[in-house]
């Protein structure tokens, strides 16, 4: 009576298996304990309604402290509304964005800014603005024809 084999070649890859395994449950594990989640329903929005309910109807920058801006954009076929933002230097701005009718991109070079804009979702990004200047910023998910028109910038003026 034989017991049973196994090739010492699958034996390894078994193991190769069961660590592949477990280190996706650690990273399951990991994304429980640290909250990673799809958006909840607080950054849901209606496509339908983004260009009719505030804020992203009229979509402004708004300074909500010293420093602290939030910047609501409206993420369109195809331009960014406003395309303009102006800032003083040393600023923390939160964008937030959102768009009516297909998937958009917002990537500003220099920074770690870097989002997808789907409809029905809110974005929401921050990031701090020290060095005075231009960022420019651009659509980099592929939305139609116009696609590469969308652009503009972040005029990061010196204090004065
Ligand atoms: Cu919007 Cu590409």
Redesign the pocket.
């Known amino acids: 009576m034989n017991s049973l084999r196994i090739d010492p070649y699958e034996k390894s890859w078994m193991l190769a298996s069961g660590v592949l395994l477990f280190v996706f449950l650690l990273a399951v594990g990991a994304s429980v304990f640290y909250g990673f989640r799809l958006p909840g329903h607080e950054s849901r929005i209606d496509p339908s309604r983004v260009t009719v309910d505030p804020p992203f109807a009229k979509p402004a920058v708004i300074e909500r402290a010293p420093g602290r801006y939030d910047a609501y954009v409206r ?1 369109q ?2 331009a960014f509304v406003p395309s303009e933002i102006k800032i003083p230097a040393g600023s923390t701005v939160t964008f937030y964005l959102a768009s009516p009718d ?4 917002f990537v500003i070079e220099r920074t770690n800014i870097n989002v997808m ?1 789907i409809p029905g979702h809110m974005s929401k990004i921050t990031a701090r603005f020290d060095e005075p200047g231009e960022y420019r910023f651009l ?6 024809v ?3 028109l ?1 652009f503009g910038k972040v005029v990061v003026e010196r204090r004065s």
């Open positions: 993420v076929i195809w297909v998937q958009h991109g804009v659509c980099h998910e592929y939305c139609g116009g696609h590469h969308m």
